[in-house]
């Protein structure tokens, strides 16, 4: 079996928030979808060790952020490959919150359009659950085109972190030298030492760690 057809699917990339009793987060999936239109549903699948699927299993709510073609791999390194529990991820920025509270980004030029919704159901798929949510508003900023996984693959030369729903690991190679990881975009670079800039997201060398 060539597991490597999944990529042929197509997706697009978001950053899913919630909040909960004053807390706030925030994920990158590829995996959120409307699912009916009457009642418009929208579906998203978040990894159970991640906050943000425990802050939407505990409020029952969340947002679709939906990723456009301009986003930094800063931003995304940040939102995808880092933790809340370490950061809060969103200092700094200017955050709208959405009737629920959950933080929209509708003034930033990396995100093109923002979905509410309410949880009407879920289900466990064993390392995700799925959360259907009940659409309650809806926001389209004027900024970018969306950004597709492909984009985010070919142009951006983004990595998938191991969280993700279509996480694959790179096949081993044959080699006597150190991997290093960017902890911002995912880059691995081989070699005795890391790079001093990662070629994918610019950041200097104390970002990377050896894997």
Known sequence: MDITALFQLSYGLYLVTASHEGKENGCIINTACQVTNTPNQVAVTV???????????????????VLTED?????????????GRDIEKFAGMEVTPSLYGD?????????SAVLTCKVTGKLDVGTHIIFV????????????????YAYYHAVKKGATPPKASSFQAAPETKSDL????????????????PPDECPICHQGKDKFVRV
């Open 133 to 148: 949510g009940l659409l309650t508003d809806a926001v389209k900023t004027g900024f970018g085109t969306p950004m597709t």
């Open 71 to 83: 986003a930094h791999m800063e931003f995304i390194g940040r939102m995808g490959f880092k933790s």
């Open 47 to 65: 990894n159970k060790d991640n906050l943000t699927c425990q802050l939407i299993e505990k409020s029952g709510h969340f947002a679709v952020n």
């Open 178 to 193: 150190p991997q290093w990881r960017c902890t911002v975009c995912g880059h691995v670079h081989t070699g005795e030492n």
């Open 103 to 111: 933080p929209m980004l509708l003034t930033s030029r990396e995100v």
